[in-house]
Nanobody
Framework: QVQLVESGGGLVQPGGSLRLSCAAS????????MGWYRRAPGKQREAVAT???????NYGDFVKGRFTISRDNAKNTVVLQMNSLKPEDTAVYYC???????????WGQGTQVTVSS
């Protein structure tokens, strides 16, 4: 069993910044990919950013250089730095970790990000 603890969500004004963190613990053999996903009200879940154990990153098109994902393999943590936030970034953000070939994955409980003036 793997536990994911997310932190860093909250309310921020447009143009502001937030930093989301996710720490994985438990029976971890090898985490290959770590990432953040989000679901806005009335919309489907979408991938925000992912990073592999080899530090290969992938971002959603809507990020456009505003967000940066990083990870600490030794500590099994992943961080999403979000800058220049827009109201349309408002969503519940979920942390996900997974194995290389898809044998397993785990999701966090989600953290609310609200961008509003």
């Amino acid at each position: 069993q793997v536990q994911l603890v997310e932190s860093g969500g909250g309310l921020v004004q447009p143009g502001g910044s937030l930093r989301l963190s996710c720490a994985a613990s438990g029976s971890i053999y090898s985490i290959y990919v770590m990432g953040w996903y989000r679901r806005a009200p009335g919309k489907q879940r979408e991938a925000v950013a992912t990073i592999t154990s080899g530090s290969m990153t992938n971002y959603g098109d809507f990020v456009k250089g505003r967000f940066t994902i990083s990870r600490d393999n030794a500590k099994n943590t992943v961080v999403l730095q979000m800058n220049s936030l827009k109201p349309e970034d408002t969503a519940v953000y979920y942390c996900r970790v997974g194995s290389r070939w898809g044998e397993w994955e785990y999701w966090g409980q989600g953290t609310q990000v609200t961008v509003s003036s």
